[in-house]
């Protein structure tokens, strides 16, 4: 064994031979990463490859039961985030850990040993100006978090961590709230921070981002390296391949099809949010057959009340919905269902299965009171069987058994379960809520070649998602949502890319452009 004195001195991070285990999995299996001083390097894998466990664990959050870590040639044993930052390790979280009401300054500090007794925010405020003038990061310290956007909130974590001496990096789907301008001026950042010898490791399944940004990159499968390799020596394809350890079709063919009928109309939709603000003000447009419609916007901006609305889960303050001409503004969700409209949730644990119900079970639940399911108060058990073998089969969800629990299913197959139930009604409307979120390039496409053939078949979806590159795929046509509300439509076919990111950042475009909307509107 090589003495940490024989090290590379470019070697920032090794962590050698590191086994996680938990019960009846093995996620990280004898994994050996090295990451350079001053790359940018991508870690990726399907859904429960092991890599979010293994930056857990360098990040001091999971113990290992076997393996050696060594951060500048040191080796060190981390048995809390608080020993990884004091090692020069930071992590910022895809779901960021600020409080709202604090400043920035207040919650750069927050947690912080010193000062104990006394706030010395002249101090931390020079200091936090320093970090933003050095790396970019354009941030108001005295500005509270809940004033925020997104990507400033981001830049606020990236400076938390570097406030705290952090050299190395870890970032877990730093991208995925963000807009393409917003994006840019992160890699911006990185680059910046790389340049100035931090090691950046990036975690993302976005594979154009990875090719875009990284140096190079680590891919793991079912907790193993599968290799390590520079970013010139592959392709987006070749990446996909090693992580799913097959080829992966990334432009899906789109057939061009004409609308059909209306299917969906929304007429100047009022909407409140949990707090009683408004959160949609005004919203109208149409859904027909044969026609994907996406909803492009950053994350809070009333997609979440546009979709409970339209699924009779949030009550309308004021304007109407239409499904095929009559009026469900009122209707339950019971009533919305039986008239065929499904729904693919924003949150598939919470909101879109229960855990401790097998896969079958799962699958009969907007189904349980009708026949053939049931007959009269009695469920049918016989052919619930066999309705899910045949679901399980037609949708390539991959468990033991149709008893198995939904908890115990992989984020792929637990999204082809709610795609099973909701497809398998043969639904008039769809309303795709982020569908692919989270999911590896094997289960995204999938996902996406179903909602593809739900169009074929003459269903009208509204795909509501934070993944630009999806919407613009997918979409017949693309609105953009802010702050509740439309600021411009475009045709998906052709859509750019750039004009989408500033309606994304509030630029209204609803007066220019393609005109549907409004004349369906004004037709009503």
């Known amino acids: 064994m090589n003495t940490p004195t024989a090290r590379q001195p470019d070697i920032a991070v090794e962590m050698r031979d590191i086994v996680k285990r938990f019960p009846g999995v093995v996620a990280n299996d004898h994994v050996t990463f090295i990451a350079l001083r001053g790359e940018i390097h991508a870690l990726l894998g399907e859904n429960g490859a092991g890599k979010s466990t293994l930056m857990n664990v360098l990040s001091g959050l999971y113990t290992p ?19 990884a930052i004091a090692a020069g390790v930071g992590m910022v979280h895809q779901h960021f850990r600020l409080v709202p009401t604090l400043t920035v300054i207040e919650n750069v500090i927050l947690g912080l040993d010193d000062p ?5 925010l002249e101090g931390a405020r020079a200091k936090i100006q320093s970090l933003s003038e050095q790396y970019g990061l354009k941030i108001d310290p005295d500005a509270f978090i809940w004033q925020l956007s997104v990507g400033e909130q981001q830049r606020v974590e990236i400076i ?10 870890i970032l877990d789907e730093p991208t995925a709230v963000l807009t393409p301008q917003e994006t840019e001026e992160l890699f911006r950042t990185l680059r910046s921070m790389a340049e100035k010898g931090h090691t950046i490791i990036f975690i993302s399944h976005k594979l154009d981002e990875v090719m875009a940004i990284a140096d190079r990159v680590t891919v793991l499968r079912q ?6 390799v520079a970013i010139d020596e592959v392709n987006k394809e070749k990446l996909a391949e090693m992580m799913v350890g097959r080829p992966v079709i990334f432009r899906i063919e789109k057939p061009e099809i004409e609308p059909g009928e209306e299917v969906l109309r929304v007429e100047d939709l009022h909407v409140r949010n949990d707090k009683g603000l408004p959160a949609l003000q005004g919203v109208s447009f149409v859904v027909r057959e044969h026609e994907i419609v996406g909803v492009a916007g950053v994350s809070g901006n009333g997609q979440t009340e546009l979709a409970e609305a339209l699924y009779g889960l949030r009550p309308v303050e004021k304007g109407r919905i239409f499904l095929y001409g009559r009026d469900i503004t009122q209707a339950s969700t019971r009533d919305i269902i039986r ?3 499904a729904q693919i949730p924003e949150d598939r644990h919470r909101e879109g299965s229960v855990g401790n119900m097998g896969i079958s079970e799962n699958l009969i639940m907007k189904h349980y009171r009708r026949s053939p399911v049931s007959r009269g ?17 037609r949708f390539n969800i991959a468990a033991p058994s149709i008893h198995t629990k939904a908890r115990l299913l992989s984020g792929g197959n637990l999204q082809k379960l709610i795609l099973a139930r909701e497809l398998s009604s043969e639904p008039g409307l769809i309303i795709a809520m982020h569908p692919t979120q989270g999911l590896d390039v094997g289960a995204t496409e999938s996902v996406r070649k179903q909602l593809l053939e739900e169009r074929e078949k003459g269903a009208g979806i509204l795909l509501i998602s934070e993944d630009l590159d999806e919407v613009m795929q997918l979409s017949d046509r693309i609105l953009v949502i802010y702050e509740g509300q439309i600021m411009g439509e475009t045709p998906g076919e052709g859509a750019d890319r750039n004009e989408i990111g500033l309606m994304m950042a509030g630029e209204n475009r609803s007066g220019t452009g393609d005109t549907s909307l409004q004349r369906n509107t004004s037709n009503a």
């Open 65 to 83: 039961e076997e393996g050696e870590i060594f951060i500048n040639g040191e080796k060190v044993v981390f048995h809390s985030p608080r020993d």
């Open 116 to 120: 104990k007794f006394r706030l010395k």
């Open 160 to 169: 938390k961590a570097l406030y705290r001496g952090a050299q190395i990096l």
């Open 223 to 228: 907790g193993k390296v599968v290799a390590t």
């Open 339 to 341: 008239e065929g409209v």
């Open 377 to 393: 108060p009695l469920i049918d058990w016989g052919y619930v069987r066999d309705f899910a073998r045949k679901l399980v089969k």
